[in-house]
């Protein structure tokens, strides 16, 4: 009997030098969980405070454009009109005067749509925008100083060209490789600036783009895909990737989130059982 009593003390003496070697590795594990959380919110604090920094300060100024649809109207001191002309053979040509400047713009796409007012009829191939050049502005902020004037903007025409040929209600409307736009950007010194770009070919990585081609970055590029429907505007094309910037800050969040989640598991997880702790359950039970 007392040798069966001194192998339950034995046994319950191994198994609780083993639970108070387990209490010592568990304060441990909570430190490195508490440490590595503290430095992945840190991480993650200071990404947002760089990410909203770079938003504000290092992007390059965007182009945001308010639609025109008035026939009359002044810029820069100048009046504006548009005017329509039809030949004989029933096409079309609007007729633009800016000061003693005039351009004639054949019309691209028919108007097939009945009578529309101003010139919303045509919509299909020519846009008129007043549009300001800023950084870190909103969009909406951007438009609004166009409208009440707060902000010094430009305006353009943007006349879309599809290939000969095409329709423009059927497929045509979506095969964009073919497409030119001419871009008239009327100076506020009475001056008329036209530039014919083609809509930009698919490249692949840091290529660079082809001269005669809408180069993105740029507002003629946001100009003419503002005046083509969403689904036939290209993908956005990343020479160089921004987050190569904030590389540091995120594998340290990612390294702390590792550890943070290994420390959480190895903390949490329940003690092996053995039978010199089955023993010491069995003999503090008694």
């Given amino acids: ?49 760089k990410i909203v920094d770079f938003n504000k300060n290092d992007l390059p100024a965007r182009a945001h454009f308010s639609k025109v649809s008035a026939e ?17 053979a029933g096409d079309k040509t609007v007729v633009v005067t800016f000061g003693d400047q005039t351009l004639r713009l054949r019309e691209t796409i028919k108007n097939d749509l009945g009578v529309v007012p101003d010139l919303r009829r045509y919509e299909d191939w020519l846009h008129v925008y007043r549009f300001v050049m800023v950084k870190g502005m909103s969009a909406q902020d951007a438009i609004d100083g166009i409208l009440d004037d707060t902000l010094d903007d430009r305006l353009a025409i943007v006349v879309r060209t599809p290939p000969p040929g095409t329709n423009h209600r059927t497929w045509g409307e979506v095969w964009s490789g073919g497409w030119v736009f001419d871009l008239y950007e009327l100076k506020e ?22 001269d005669g081609e809408l180069i993105e970055g740029t507002w003629q590029y946001d100009a003419a895909m503002t005046s083509i429907p969403p689904v036939s505007r290209p993908k956005p094309q990343f020479d160089s990737d921004a987050s190569l910037l904030f590389g540091l800050d995120f594998v340290l969040a990612g390294i702390a989130g590792v550890i943070f989640a290994f420390a959480v598991g190895f903390y949490f997880s329940p003690d092996k059982r053995t039978e010199e702790s089955d023993a010491a359950e069995a003999v503090a039970g008694s």
């Fill in 72 to 88: 009359r109207f002044e810029y820069g001191n100048f009046p504006v009109e548009f005017t329509e002309e039809t030949d004989e």
């Fill in 189 to 210: 010194s009475g001056e008329i600036v036209h530039e014919r770009l083609a809509y930009p070919s698919k490249r692949k990585g840091n290529e660079p783009p082809k």
């Fill in 1 to 49: 009997m007392a040798t069966k009593n001194t192998t339950r003390t034995t046994a319950a003496t191994k198994a609780r030098a083993k639970h108070n070697n387990m209490s010592i590795k568990r304060p441990k594990t909570a430190l490195v969980m508490a440490i590595s959380a503290l430095v992945f919110a840190g991480a993650v604090v200071m990404l947002g405070i």
